[in-house]
């Protein structure tokens, strides 16, 4: 335990000094870097393999379920990938240094509100190895350093991975290594502790597990943005003649373009208007049960399509991450939108309509991070919202909103320019 | 207990209710409400005036100090004063529904990140009874309601000020007087029950000392945005020829223009290069002493001013919020910069320099919300930096840093709106 204590402290201690030398690095050398590394991840390769070929393999001996081990895996076209977003995230416009507002006062003093590093990062995840260059070069790209501390699952992967970024940091400067920094114990007794290092770390995103999640915040004194998976609903209107295929396309393309539909933004209930209803949910439902979905669904659903099984009142607060959809007929948007707000997790929430006006009230009085108009929910992505890749989805109000890419990364800082002036 | 629990209970949800109304209102109605706040306090001068001086009785029998008390005090033109304050938040931009960005994917989809209101308040302060109304109209200027708890020492006066403000919420709409609440009770035992509303309210702001903030940190399960008081630097560096008299008035003004000095962004540190300590340390130290500040300085400044006291470690991390100042001479800005980054509280930093790189140099290097460049550091503060008011000075990173005005009480929400897009 005091083992432990010792090496988080100095975790944070030597993140904290690589952060000071980040932020002063200019873009054009922060961005160089990037591409260093995005070099190291593909001449790194057969390492890379060798690494993640243990992990795979002590996965199956665990008999971790068939799609964990799937994401877990690298292959040839996953690590040019992995490099390909690396450069991504280095061609992106720098956050740094960014001014946000500027203006001169009337007794002349200069106000100039800019963009600058958070400082240290710490971020929890789980699996999937592209994770570990996006969220490293996402956080050098913002000036900031970064502490990483996967999946056990991927221990030896992520490693390696962070090996090729040394490699990189290195031959830049010797002094920015120490800004990635992998927890070398998947311990959980180390979380805790490391989640107390306050005087060095300013931010710790979690992204996981609801459970993970709670526990960091119940342990936490640095500031923390969660990044909870998502409850989302579409909501069917009234307003839908000659919206068949699109409706139907969209719930379908919502709950089954992921593999098994566990993802944050796959949709987990349909809210349809009654009239909606007599037009649409029978093959709504038709369509979803023959791509292997099972239905949930409320008594006036099952009149309709007789094949659902009954919804408990539990089924609307559950995110099944799974192939299954609860279902439920409303009388009016004015009721889909309190359902969304109650039971819903503020994550991504669609409408399908052709009415201007139920669009916009539904916009903006579903309180989401993320809200869709004749869309999927599976949009709810920093890559598809043009951030070249995200450090997560915040479901958290303050600070980020939605997909985190790399200027949610910073904050401000007021630089104030006088010529002597004195207050009155 | 059990009241407090269901009173608590009550507080939050009859808030988010409220919230509700609040953000979906035009900002012409969130304007024309914040005008009749305004007219609501000025008719209402006689009774305010009566209930603070029920507030000033009962200060002056449990012997508060006295610059509590004159803080506490109202009078006409302190009463006039607010009310002009609601008016200039009234009049000011209205944050909510601006088009943070918005973009058109390749996709076709159309992409727009909005600014809406946060939802639920929960802000913690103390005596002054301007902050009381202020901090309600930042709120509903912002679509936000707001839950008030000020301090015990001037509950009567908050309480006749929020009547004023229920008089005007109502006379434009019931269901709206919620959107402005204040705790009924100053008992302590209420607060970690109401820290743990964390699904009515979205952010806690506590504006004290630095043990009720503490104390609310370690309560809460709402993400808290910390106000510190500040232990705020000067650093007088060695390119300050022909400056003399504008870094005497400069930390003169820093210490003492806030009437005892017990402010947040009074200075606390001077520190000295040691070029400049031949030339100017003496001057400065007397001019200070002349206005009644007791100098603590280090063993080289004792040589140049020998009426200093010697000044102990733990002067550096001392916060003094009294004519006090400690004062200290440095080899260079690097230790400067060093100094400030370990002892000081990130709130405000000021550089005297006539060097462009220097100050540069420090902008970029000083880890603070506010860098001043020879401007004192009193000006740190919403009122000045032209936020119409704040509802304070956040020292945290995330969020909101500096003063806080209108635009911080709000968050993001990105609107997504395909024609029928799925994702590929």
Redesign the interface.
């Known amino acids: 335990m005091s083992d432990f204590q010792s090496y988080v402290e100095r975790l944070g201690r030597r993140a904290r000094e690589a952060s000071?030398r980040v932020?002063?690095l200019s873009g054009q050398a922060r961005r160089e870097i990037l591409r260093r590394i995005a070099d190291s991840i593909r001449q790194g390769r057969g390492e890379l393999l060798e690494a993640n070929a243990k992990d795979v393999q002590s996965a199956e001996q665990a008999k971790l379920p068939v799609a964990m081990v799937e994401r877990l895996k690298l292959n040839d076209k996953r690590i040019a990938a992995m490099a390909d977003g690396v450069e991504q995230i280095a061609a992106q416009v720098d956050p740094v240094g960014q001014v946000i507002e500027g203006?001169i006062?009337p007794n002349g003093?200069r106000?100039q509100k800019v963009r600058v590093p958070?400082?240290v990062v710490l971020f929890f995840y789980e699996s999937r190895p592209n994770v570990t260059s996006d969220a490293a070069a996402l956080c050098l790209k913002s000036g900031n350093a970064i502490i990483l501390r996967g999946g056990k699952e991927a221990f030896e992967t992520n490693r390696a991975i962070v090996r090729m970024i040394h490699q990189a940091l290195k031959s830049a400067d010797e002094g920015l290594v120490d800004a990635v920094q992998l927890v070398e114990s998947t311990d959980r007794a180390l979380v805790p502790l490391i989640l107390k290092q306050d005087r060095t770390i300013?931010?710790v995103i979690p992204r996981g597990g609801e459970s993970l999640i709670r526990a960091v915040?119940a342990d936490s004194?640095i500031?923390v943005?969660k990044h909870f998976t998502g409850n989302c609903h579409i909501y069917i209107d009234r307003d839908t003649r000659g919206?068949e295929?699109?409706v139907r396309?969209?719930c379908v393309?919502a709950k089954t373009?992921y593999p098994g539909g566990g993802v944050c933004n796959a949709v987990e209930h349909l809210l349809f208007h009654r009239e909606a209803a007599e037009r649409l949910l029978k093959n709504v439902c038709e369509d979803l049960a023959a791509k292997g979905v099972e239905i949930h669904g409320d008594e006036r659903t099952r009149v309709l399509y007789p094949d659902a099984r009954a919804a408990t009142d539990e089924d609307w607060d559950t995110e099944y991450l799974a192939l299954v959809v609860g279902v439920k007929v409303v009388d009016s948007m004015e009721e889909a939108i309190g359902h969304i707000?109650e039971h819903g997790s503020h994550h991504t929430d669609a409408i399908l309509t052709d009415s201007k006006r139920s669009?916009d009230e539904f916009?903006?009085?579903v309180?989401?991070?993320?809200?869709?108009?004749?869309?999927?929910t599976?949009?709810?992505d920093g890559g598809?919202?043009?951030l070249g890749a995200e450090i997560g989805i915040s479901t958290?109000?303050?600070?980020a909103?939605?997909?985190m890419g790399a200027t949610d990364l910073t904050?401000?800082?007021?630089?104030?320019?006088?010529?002597?002036?004195?207050?009155?």
């Open positions: 000071r932020a002063v203006y006062r003093l106000i958070i400082g300013d931010l915040v004194t500031p943005l919206m295929q699109q396309q969209i393309n373009s707000n669009a916009a903006q009085r309180d989401s991070a993320s809200v869709m108009i004749n869309a999927s599976r949009f709810a598809e919202y043009g958290d109000k303050l600070h909103r939605g997909p904050t401000s800082k007021w630089i104030v320019t006088g010529e002597g002036h004195c207050r009155g």
